[in-house]
């Protein structure tokens, strides 16, 4: 019914219009209780423990992972992109992951376009599956690369060659060498079937190939070497070799390996990708996709020499980015993400300001405004970008930007030329994927500090904040056994967790320009981060349209 529905909303019966509104998103900031590994807690974080004093009235929490961010089961952690989706957008959507495993199991992925394209290449061409081999469930999944491979081979694949990139950051350091494992099992099956699949290249994701939003380009062209070129440092004749190899230097990680390519006997590469090939990029989330896609399909590039471009039929896992239609040729249709609060408050001349660091910078624009790039309304919209740190694992400057992102966004807000002022702090979550924990503890004081200056200056406009998160990291920094109980390996060492967690986040309301009566409802258990755009409608004075999740708030009389 989209097309009757109005754009204009409804004046909120109770709440005015006019006051500024600084919404605040915690990456990677999860409630826990009180433990040494919960970051969070060890660290001084002065701002946003007396906010937590504000509960029940004007502090919660809410749901941030599975079913409640639209993926597939409540066993699924919460993620950047499905949570600032919600955070944006309002509604649920079914998101990438499920989309991927419902065209699977239909066998629909086999019928639709993008298969029928690269299939083309499958009679005289190589196949080949470039992505994350983990079962994260965060950018891939594991058991869909196997279900593609078997697929694959079965629409008539003869020659494949995976190209993996090593996790260790939504799933344990060194759980890389289990997942080589259990991929070459499906590939000998394969090659007892009569197709010549092989892994042919490998490195960590933060090393190669899943850089995002630009931010450095050197990452994507140490794959593109080894995937395209089939040129890298270290060369061995198998993966798991190679995986198990590279892992022994004291301080290699799954997360940073060192790009290698599998040679033959006489050391050649196995696996490069040659003209009238195909090939799949089958992460399904986007944003560390996005610049390999370009290199893969863009005819004019210049980020990056690629010595050979090779011709090609490529197609990935979903399309990345709807606006540039990238990549053109897909396996499975995206959601549609439609009616975002952006576009909303843009249409009803809401005046927004979005800033982040590089690292965050797409989670509070594309991803908040439903995966879709550039500005609804030019005129009323200004998204600011912090350069990040290039080059230094977050570990060594957990401090990140969070200061100059909070400075950016006071003076935004002093300006008074916005009325809302959008930002996310990544610390508790970049600092977090590095597992080390004295670390985060400093980058999630960094964090307080940072919320601190954006609420200094709400509070000067006589504005009202919102401060939540998008999911869960920092608050649990140890792998656990069932009860509960650190798990530690023979040494006594716990096993550091540099994933995301399943954990709800704190959201909190407050400002001088709060009216008084104005609470958290509390017939709303279990409500989730689509429940925080029509909140925010309602605190710039709208009502929120009804196919939204419901606000979190009421207003009674005081
Ligand atoms: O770094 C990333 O890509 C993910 C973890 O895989 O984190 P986030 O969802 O917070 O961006
Ligand atoms: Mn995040
Ligand atoms: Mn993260």
């Keep these: 019914m989209a097309e009757t529905r109005r754009w204009e909303l409804a004046a909120h019966r109770r709440l005015e219009k006019g006051k500024v509104v600084g919404v605040v998103v915690l990456d990677g900031w999860g409630e826990a209780a009180p433990d040494p590994f919960n970051c969070i807690h060890v660290a001084d974080t002065p701002t946003l423990d007396a906010l937590k004093k504000g509960g029940p009235e004007r502090w919660r929490v809410i749901k941030a992972h599975g079913t409640a961010a639209g993926l597939p089961t409540d066993d ?101 060498v289990k997942f080589v494992e259990l991929i070459e099992n499906d590939l000998a099956k394969l090659r007892d079937k009569g197709v010549d699949a092989r892994i042919a290249s490998g490195g960590g994701r933060m ?84 610049m390999l896609a370009k290199a893969l399909e863009y005819e004019s590039f210049d980020k990056f020499d690629r010595v050979r471009f090779p011709k090609i039929r490529y197609a990935g896992m979903l399309q990345y980015d709807g606006e540039l239609k990238l990549p053109s040729h897909f396996l499975v249709a995206p959601p549609e993400i439609e009616r975002t609060s952006g576009e909303y408050l843009a249409r009803n001349g809401i005046r927004t300001y979005a800033c982040s660091e590089t690292v965050k910078f797409g989670h509070v624009t594309f991803f908040w405004n439903g995966n879709r790039s550039g500005y609804f309304h030019p005129n009323l919209e200004k998204y600011e970008e912090i350069p990040s740190d290039i080059g230094i694992p977050f570990n060594e400057q957990p401090k990140m930007k969070a200061v100059e992102i909070a400075k950016k966004t006071r003076d935004a807000i002093l300006s008074c030329k916005f009325d809302q002022v959008r930002v996310n702090i990544a610390n508790g979550d970049m600092v977090g994927h590095t597992g080390d924990i004295e670390a985060t503890i400093v980058g999630c004081k960094a964090a307080d500090e940072a919320v601190k200056i954006v609420l200094d200056a709400i509070e000067q406009v006589g504005g009202i904040f919102v401060v939540t998160a998008d999911h869960g990291n920092a608050e649990d920094m140890v792998k656990r056994d069932k009860s509960g109980k650190p798990l530690r390996d023979k040494d006594g060492n716990v096993q550091p967790l540099t994933s995301h967690t399943l954990n709800p986040v704190p959201i909190a309301i407050g400002g001088p320009g709060l009216q008084p009566g104005v609470r958290f409802r509390s017939d709303l258990p279990s409500a989730g981060l689509a429940n925080v755009a029509a909140t925010v409608m309602n605190l710039h004075g709208f009502e929120a349209p009804d196919h939204y999740e419901p606000t979190l708030i009421e207003v009674v009389d005081k």
Excluded: C
């Excluded at 190899?245 to 050649?268: C, H, M, S, T, W």
């Design 207 to 290: 090393y190669v190939t899943m850089d995002r939003y630009e931010n450095d380009w050197q990452v994507v062209k140490r794959g593109w070497d080894a995937q395209v070129l089939g040129e890298a440092p270290h060369k061995f004749q198998n993966a798991l070799e190679a995986v198990k190899k590279l892992r022994e230097d004291p301080k290699a990680n799954d997360q940073y390996l060192p790009p290698f390519v599998i040679v033959d006997e006489r050391g050649r590469p196995i696996g490069p990708i040659m003209d009238g090939d195909a090939v799949v990029t089958f992460n399904f989330r986007a944003d560390r996709m996005v």
């Design 76 to 176: 699924d952690m919460g993620n950047s992109e499905v949570g600032h989706n919600a955070l944006g957008a309002g509604q649920i959507y079914a998101q990438g992951a499920k989309l991927v495993d419902m065209a699977l199991a239909s066998g629909k992925i086999y019928e639709g376009e993008g298969f029928k394209y690269i299939q083309q290449s499958f009679e005289n061409g190589t196949l080949h599956l470039i992505g994350l081999l983990s079962d994260g469930g965060v950018h891939s999944r594991i058991d869909q690369l196997q279900l593609l491979l078997k697929g694959a081979s079965e629409h008539g694949a003869k020659r494949i060659r995976v190209h993996i990139l090593t996790d260790g950051r939504d799933v344990l350091d060194g759980s890389s």
